[in-house]
């Protein structure tokens, strides 16, 4: 099993970007995969889900409106597409199977002017 992420990098606030995880090893469109961070010297935190399918799609209350889950099946790929990037979001992102406990070896996302 393999989940490889891609995307992260330095941005300005208000900046956007778009993290990737490529997943194998796994029946991916039979999983809901997630998107959590953690950012230094505190918990890991959820951040966004979507079902198996891409329809249903939940967000942290700290994300939601600026943040976009979505997947598709075809490719074994989950994305976020993040805006309006704030100084609170700054983390470590991880790409996950949340039935499976599989992690993504994690991207950092760093917001500075």
């Known amino acids: 099993v393999q989940l490889v992420q891609s995307g992260g990098c330095l941005v300005q606030p208000g900046g956007s970007l778009r993290l990737s995880c490529a997943a194998s090893?796994?029946?991916?469109?039979?999983?809901?995969m997630s998107w959590y961070r953690q950012a230094p010297g505190k918990e890991r935190e959820f951040v966004a889900r979507?079902?198996?399918?891409?329809?249903?799609?939940n967000y942290a209350d700290s994300v939601r409106g600026r943040f976009t889950i979505s997947r598709d099946n075809a490719k074994n790929t989950v994305q976020l597409q993040m805006i309006s990037l704030n100084p609170e979001d700054p983390a470590v992102y991880y790409c996950?199977?949340?039935?499976?406990?599989?992690w993504g070896q994690g991207t950092q996302v760093t917001v500075s002017s």
């Open positions: 979507i079902n198996n399918g891409g329809v249903i799609t």
């Open positions: 090893g796994f029946t991916f469109i039979s999983y809901t």
């Open positions: 996950n199977v949340p039935t499976r406990g599989y």
